[in-house]
């Protein structure tokens, strides 16, 4: 579903003006069947080039595991977003500093009058070895997570500093998965990162009952500049992983060409065969 | 660097091995009389004059020697400078010099010293107090032309060539000669390719320096192959391919930032110092640059040096191509030309030690009506059988086949049945020597008059000169190899030639020495064809026994031994038919008094002024007339093992074989027609012999117009050439002519036709015919030919030889060869092959590749050369393929990052995939992959084709290889693309990310590489699947590593991608999408190799789908097709390798003088 709001009609036009902060805006939708397993809600970025070569390094991944000296003194591949006032950015770079910062939240509107808020869970949607390896506060214990980060200052865009992503400690600081999901850079420019679980609750319902939904989006992140687009898709998942008929498609192309050239040079061979063979060498 | 350092290297061992010959040479010691200096003058100004104090003679190097030095030489010596005779142990100050390593003569020139030098003798007093001036012409290339002066104790004295040993002579006969250096050359230097040439300026005309200007004679040439040449050429193409790329890429990123970057800015400011798009476009047409530079191969080099050398190592470690009689491996001097090998179209080779052995043996002969030796058939499978090693092992190729064991067993019945002929009851006899007939040895101990008188004949009718060093060796020096096989054979059979003085031939006939009175002998001569010696016998009767050419011979015979004469001439007609020198023996005894009345004669015709030599002929022609007719011997010149079938098997190759030698034409002929050069169901053969310009050129002419009567009426391209625009060489077309047809040409031709517009004349006209043969060569008009079929033809040429004579052909480096007085500059064939035979090392220290036997040619071009050109191309245009598959990912991929310069791998994989992923399979592909095994490919020389024509890889295929490339490209961008676009994990989690995706690709890509290499692998081994599976499987292991936990932590800047691999590997589609790239990659290709040769069928293509058939259906044994020679033709040469000797002895000097110098010989003993 799109939200950016570019068409004058859409209840997020009016986010599209600078002015309208913070700017909340609510999208219908009617889902024809219901979602069965696990829901999975993404946010999805078109013509947004996270692939670019001084976007996809402009991080520091030694300050993403942890390491104090580097919180203090990014890379500087970070530049420009490496110091602010003269502090050090904490997380610094151009990726961290972009990073997408709407909220969703997902109603089912029943056919009573007050909707019910879908539960939408925050973890599990990054890699293991992101959230556990990879990106890790700064060492402290058990000293709060703001003390940790002293002397650091936020990312530009950001509204709140890291230490203040969430209120789970487990969730907050450089581990927040949505940081985390941010941060793996997409490989192309259309791309969409997985938002929120919808996990299922028992095996009567269906996750998703088939009926109408609205959702309200707390518009923050501008795309509209660089003429992108925002998209939330709710999917769920096969064995094969998410919905992508590309390689299906693919394969059957493919077998079809196959049978085809095979039949094609199963009669060439036939024919050729004998008359290459006739023509026999002597000598 | 490593590419530059290993190369480096590698030239650096290959110079290390040409100095340590080259010191060799030069480190070679001389005795130089010391303090004694004559002063060289070129026509020049004078210098001083050393005094001299003491007379010693001082051993120094070659090296050290100087213009002006007196040196003394000793028997067995090789000269290595260009001296003036001054006087030497023999009477007269004859000197006998071998010039083998010159011309390939190897019979013995007399050189004499001027009368008023001969006189000091070996008295180094007068020798050192020798203050001469030496006033010559400057260095040319003439051989037999020298003129300057002597200036001595005030008297001028003409010097000559007979007076001037050349370098490269050998001396021989002589127990010490001194003479003068009169030029050095400075050999060493020639030696040694690396270190430049050295010409020595004379300057005539305005009093120049004195002695000899050094000057670099420019550095010498690298042989390079065309296949270097090709891939540097490619090579710059890419280069321009990628500047071509990096600038569309560059635009691309222009218009992106433009039109989104400048949006985009939000999130992704410019750099400081990027003002406008212009300017990051720029700068990112150099971020392309270096990107994308892995495409031009700079691995390359190394790849293709390290493949040469192991191929030249299979070339040294060619078991079957040791000798094992003289203990000499194959060996390639160097290693840069093995791909070339497979090339070859032009085979130039020296007959001399190169095709003949050199060797003349009495094969056969017919005495007084009776056939005595075996049958050629006989003898051939005789061969076979009775280990000649060196045959077997060239015929091993075809050994592999069931049937020749049959043959083998058979041979041996055959040899017991006829074994050697034992010569033990004659203690002289020469223990080399070999006769297969018992028949004739019964004869003789039978006491058989007619035999005996043969042998009589053959022992005492020649100009051998016997050395005896130690009692009982006695070691025969002949003017011509085929006196002395005659004289060695009547030596075997009894009748011992053991001395002769001037007046006395001394023969041990029978265990019982007879002393002959020699009274005359008419020597041979060119028109004569035939020689005869007048003796006193020791019962006094006075025989004339004449050997010579059948055909005159005949002629002169006595009428009543007519029916003989028939039996003869049929024997003969046999021995002709097996390609042997045929020669016959007559006699006639003498009336004492006709003859005292024909000796007065004698002298009166040679005492006479004018006309001497038609009054001594026709003097001669009065005694040698009612002959008596004794038989005939039949020699054979014999060929090196498995010269003819090599010949077969390389002309089947479609290899052109062109003998250039300095033999006589006939010779020449004759051993082509042996060689099967030449056969008989050639449709003519034409003779060029004109002494000017135009009648060679009517001669060529005309021949062409036989061969190919349109091919003058068509406007001719080369006149249109002429005319047009001379100077830039072109490429003479291939024309076919309408039949087989040989070319005879011969020096004096040659010349004429090397000459300006001839030359291109006589290409055309040789490049038609099927053999070409060129006689009475010098060693630079062998370069001269090589030269012009390698600048007209633009094919690979080869040269093969084994003398000194024949460097010039072999060595393709500009140098200056030095001969007599010549320096010049040329070079040669792409490949020079030395035989380490007969005539020294010159030529294998010279050559590129060198092995002992001619018949390894065969081996080293169809089955090494074949290979290494096979495998080169492969490995190039795999090469190629593999980066630009690798490559071009990026420039996909430029289109959905806005052109940033993102690469679409991570770091380490670019790093490693050349010098790792790949590379091992790669070069185990190009080291041990056979498309056919080598008994195939000597089989079916066709194989050899597509080599000459450069068809596996030339530019066409290297479009294929680029355009290959650019699909698997697109396949490995698309195929991932489509596969992570909007996707997500089993578990939800992304995958399309970044790191995701550049580890699909990498996978997919090296999947796909490997795949494609094992196709095009004919031949696994255990270490090909190792290399190629083997790098698969570390690619993961070090995927794996790179991406754990632990080493990403401890660097977490330099190892990005932590957990990657796992998170990404274990999601089917990755590998579904990893099998549908392959499948993609590989179908095209599959259907490609399928469908050529259905549907342009190489002959390649046919041979190889034969031997697949023969393969899977053992061949029936394969019936041995003798080499027959022809029975029309007559080989009565013999002598015409005498005429060096006889020309000397006719040339002015009476009798008497030379009988004198016979009177040394019993000294010398």
Known sequence: IDYTGTDPSSPCNKCLSPNETPCVCTINFTLEQSFEGNVFMYYGLSNFYQNHRRYVKSRDDSQLNGDPSALLNPSKECEPYRRNEDKPIAPCGAIANSMFNDTLELFLVGNESDPTPIILKKKGIAWWTDKNVKFRNPPGGDIPLEERFKGTTKPVNWVKPVYMLDSDQDNNGFINEDFIVWMRTAALPTFRKLYRLIERTNDLHPTLPAGRYYLNITYNYPVHSFDGRKRMILSTISWMGGKNPFLGIAYIAIGSISFLLGVVLLVINHKYRNSSNTADITI | ?1165
């Open chain 2, 1 to 1165: 660097m490593v590419v530059l350092s290993i190369t480096a290297v590698k030239d650096g061992i290959d110079d290390m091995k040409r100095h340590k010959n080259d010191n060799q040479v030069n480190n070679r010691s001389v005795l130089v009389l010391m303090n004694g200096r004559a002063v060289v003058k070129f026509q020049s100004r004078h210098t001083g004059i050393q005094c001299s104090f003491s007379y010693r003679i001082v051993t120094d190097k070659w090296m050290n020697i100087q213009v002006g030095d007196i040196i003394k030489l000793e028997n067995n010596q090789l000269v290595t400078a260009d001296i003036l005779l001054l006087s030497s142990s023999e009477p007269y100050s004859l000197t006998y010099i071998e010039t083998a390593e010159l011309d390939g003569e190897t019979n013995l020139k007399v050189k004499q010293a001027i009368s008023v030098t001969s006189d000091m003798e070996d008295n180094l007093k007068l020798l050192s107090a020798f203050d001469g001036e030496v006033r010559c012409e400057s260095p040319n290339n003439r051989l037999d032309r020298f003129t300057g002066t002597l200036t001595y104790k005030g008297k001028n004295y003409i010097l000559n060539h007979d007076r001037l040993i050349f370098r490269g002579c050998v001396i021989r006969n002589t127990d010490w000669c001194y003479g003068l250096v009169v030029f050095t050359g400075k050999w060493r230097k020639l030696q040694c390719s690396p270190v430049p040439s050295v010409t020595v300026v004379i300057d005539d005309n305005n009093h120049g320096p004195d002695t000899k200007v050094m000057q670099n004679g420019g550095k010498s040439a690298f042989k390079r192959t065309h296949i270097d040449h090709l891939m540097n050429v490619l090579v710059l193409w890419i280069f321009l391919f990628l500047c071509g790329m990096c600038f569309i890429l560059a635009i691309g990123h222009y218009i992106w930032e433009n039109k989104k970057g400048y949006y985009f800015r939000d999130f992704l400011p410019w750099k400081e110092y990027v003002s406008s798009s212009v300017v990051s476009s720029v700068l990112i047409f150099w971020s392309y640059f270096i990107i994308l530079n892995t495409m031009v191969p700079i691995s390359l080099y190394v790849s293709v040096e390290i493949i040469r050398l192991g191929n030249s190592f299979y070339i040294n470690w060619d078991r079957k191509m040791f000798y094992e009689l003289k203990n000499t491996p194959a060996q390639a001097r160097t290693t840069t030309l093995n791909e070339e090998l497979g090339q070859v179209k032009y085979v130039f080779s020296d007959k001399t030690g190169t095709l003949t052995r050199n060797i003349m043996t009495f094969s056969k002969c017919s005495i007084n009506g009776k056939f005595y030796g075996i049958w050629d058939s006989d003898e051939q499978n005789l061969k076979l059988a009775t280990g000649h090693s060196g045959e077997l092992e060239c015929k091993e190729g075809k050994k592999g086949l069931p049937g020749s064991a049959q043959l083998v067993s058979y041979g041996m019945d055959l040899f017991q049945k006829t074994e050697k002929v034992d010569f033990s009851y004659n203690r002289l006899a020469d223990p080399k020597f070999s006769f297969y007939d018992k028949t004739l040895v019964e004869a003789v101990k039978r006491g058989d008059r007619w035999v005996h008188l043969f042998f009589v004949s053959l022992s005492l009718c020649h100009t051998v000169i016997p050395e005896e060093k130690v009692e009982g060796e006695l070691v025969y020096q002949a003017q011509s190899p085929d006196e002395g096989a005659l004289v060695t054979a009547a030596r075997n059979f009894g009748f011992v030639f053991r001395s002769r003085t001037s007046e006395t031939i001394m023969v041990v006939e029978m265990g019982e020495t007879r002393i002959y009175k020699l009274l005359a002998i008419l020597d041979f001569n060119n028109v004569r064809k035939r020689m005869s010696v007048i003796v006193r016998t020791p019962e006094n009767r006075v025989m004339l026994f004449c050997k010579g050419a059948d055909t005159i011979l005949c002629q002169l015979l006595h009428p009543s031994c007519r029916s003989l004469r028939d039996v003869t001439m049929e024997h003969l007609d046999d021995f002709a038919s097996d390609g042997l020198r045929t020669l016959m023996v007559a006699y006639r005894e003498l009336d004492n008094a006709f003859f005292q009345d024909w000796s007065r004669k004698h002298s009166e015709a040679f005492l006479s002024l004018e006309d001497r030599e038609n009054k001594i002929s026709i003097v001669y022609e009065e005694i040698e007339k009612d002959l008596m007719l004794l038989g005939a011997t039949a020699i054979e010149d014999k060929l090196q093992d498995g010269v003819p079938e090599t010949i077969i098997t390389l002309s089947q190759a479609k290899i052109k074989i062109w003998v250039l030698t300095g033999d006589k034409q006939e010779t020449a002929v004759n051993i082509a027609y042996a060689c099967n050069i030449f056969d008989d169901e050639m449709d003519g053969m034409f003779i060029v012999e004109g002494e000017d310009n135009e009648t060679v050129w009517q001669e060529l002419r005309s021949a062409r117009e036989k061969m190919k009567p349109q091919s003058l009426l068509e406007s001719d391209p080369i006149d249109d050439y002429l005319t047009t625009k001379p100077r830039i060489p072109f490429k003479i077309p291939e024309e076919v002519p309408s039949g087989n047809y040989g070319l005879v040409i011969n020096g004096y031709s040659l010349a004429h036709a090397l000459e300006g517009n001839l030359e291109l004349e006589l290409l055309q006209t040789a490049c038609m015919c099927k053999g070409v043969i060129c006689c009475r060569m010098t060693p630079l008009q062998k370069a001269q030919v090589v030269e012009l079929v390698k600048r007209y033809k633009k094919v690979v040429t080869l040269a093969i030889g084994d003398g000194a004579n024949d460097v010039s052909m072999i060595k393709g480096i500009k140098q200056a060869l030095w001969l007599r007085s010549f320096w010049g500059f040329f070079a040669a064939a792409h490949i020079g092959v030395g035989i380490s035979g007969q005539e020294g090392m010159q030529a294998m220290l010279n050559s590129d590749f060198a092995f002992s036997q001619f018949c390894y040619l065969q081996r080293l071009l169809l089955v090494h050369g074949r290979w290494s050109y096979n495998r080169m191309c492969k490995f190039l245009s795999y090469f190629f393929y593999k980066n630009f598959a690798f490559t071009l990912v990026h420039f996909w991929y430029a289109f959905y990052s806005g052109f940033s310069a993102q690469t679409v791998y991570d770091t380490w994989f670019i790093t490693f995939y050349n010098l790792v992923y790949t590379s091992l399979p790669v070069l185990g592909l190009s080291l041990f992959d056979q498309d056919v095994n080598e008994t195939w490919s000597l089989r079916f020389p066709e194989l050899y084709e597509p080599g000459q024509h450069n068809l596996y890889f030339n530019k066409k295929e290297f479009v294929k290889c680029l355009v290959h490339g650019i699909y698997s490209s697109l396949v490995l961008f698309f195929i991932p693309m489509g596969t992570i676009h909007n996707s997500v994990r089993t578990d939800g989690k992304e995958i399309s990310d970044y790191q995701s995706f550049s580890t699909i690709v990498q996978t997919s890509l090296l999947c796909v590489v490997t795949m494609q290499i094992a196709l095009e692998t004919t031949y696994w081994t255990m270490i090909s699947h190792i290399f190629t599976w083997g790098s698969l499987g570390f690619y993961f292991c070090i995927l794996f590593f790179l991406y754990s936990d632990g080493l990403c932590l401890m660097f977490p800047n330099v190892f990005q991608l932590l957990g990657v691999a796992r998170n990404t590997l274990d999601w089917p589609q990755v590998w579904l999408s990893v099998v549908l790239s392959m499948v993609l990659c590989m179908l095209p290709v599959i259907g490609y190799h399928f469908l050529k040769p259905l549907f342009w069928p190489v002959r390649v293509d046919k041979v190889i789908d034969r031997i697949h058939h023969c393969m899977s259906h053992p061949l029936p044994p394969r019936i041995r097709t003798r080499l027959k020679h022809a029975g029309s033709r007559r080989s009565a040469y013999a002598f015409s390798h005498k005429q060096g000797f006889g020309a000397l002895i006719t040339s002015g000097k009476t009798l008497k003088a030379k009988f004198p110098k016979k009177n040394s010989f019993p000294f010398k003993k």
